[in-house]
């Protein structure tokens, strides 16, 4: 099955700063490369996402990179705020018989001080 | 438009106990799924609906069981409850293949 590693675990950053977060996963078939954002308490909710014919994608201060050769994708937050302090899951999903679910990594908790 | 909705958001069992976890979802979605979220795990499918009357295992089935008697309606149920199952349960759905899920607000469970 599919295994999706995330690093790092935790990241702190100063408010202004940028924020990476990479993941990997094991499935060359994976097709769909979601990100979701995680507030304390809260819902998961989609960010960005991006499909395996794109290699970036540029949502205002976020961005996701794809290389399908390396197998890995990352997540880029410009100009931290703190009000992006939150617990961040990548996710590689696989088509299967027609059928499409999502393996998540195991999450990376983004602390922005002021 | 009230989106994923969980029932009920928090519940205290014993072990052995069973209970079943409603979803309901007014968007028309095909796709429906169950999550357990552990701490230091991310998020781990339990069981998925392709459709009204459909079920399929996914990562961490062991212990549950579903239905989709409706399209709207999602139900996870656990029959003889243990302190293993403890954790937050989301169910989400999607309108597609590879496009947003949506998640319910979430079910803290709790097993003594």
């Known amino acids: 099955g599919e295994n999706v590693e995330q690093h790092p675990s935790t990241l702190s950053v100063q408010e202004g700063d940028s924020a990476v977060i990479k993941c990997t996963y094991s499935d060359s078939a994976s097709n769909y490369f979601p990100w979701y954002k995680q507030e304390l308490g809260k819902r998961p909710q989609l960010i960005i996402d991006?499909?395996?014919?794109?290699g970036e994608k540029k949502d205002q201060r976020i961005a996701v990179t794809l290389n399908k050769t390396a197998k890995h994708f990352s997540l880029h937050i410009t100009e931290t705020q703190p009000e992006d302090s939150a617990v961040y899951f990548c996710?590689?999903?696989?088509?299967?018989?027609?059928?499409?679910?999502?393996?998540f990594g195991k999450g990376t908790m983004l602390l922005v001080s002021p | 438009n009230a989106g994923v909705t969980q029932t009920p958001k928090f519940r205290v069992l014993k072990t052995g106990q069973s209970m079943t976890l409603l979803c309901a979802q007014d968007?028309?979605?095909?796709?429906m799924y169950w999550y357990r979220q552990d701490p230091g795990m991310g998020l781990r499918l339990i069981h998925y609906?392709?459709?009204?009357?459909?079920?399929a295992k996914g990562e961490v089935p062991d212990g549950y069981n579903v239905s989709r008697l409706k399209k709207q309606n999602f139900l996870l149920g656990l029959e003889s409850a243990a302190p293993s199952q403890t954790s937050v349960y989301f169910c989400?759905?999607?309108?597609?293949?590879?496009?947003?899920?949506?998640f319910g607000q979430g079910t803290r469970l709790t097993v003594v």
């Open positions: 996710a590689a999903s696989i088509s299967n018989s027609g059928y499409s679910t999502l393996t």
């Open positions: 968007m028309n979605h095909e796709y």
């Open positions: 989400a759905s999607s309108s597609a293949l590879d496009t947003e899920a949506f």
């Open positions: 991006i499909r395996s014919n794109v």
């Open positions: 609906s392709v459709g009204e009357g459909t079920t």
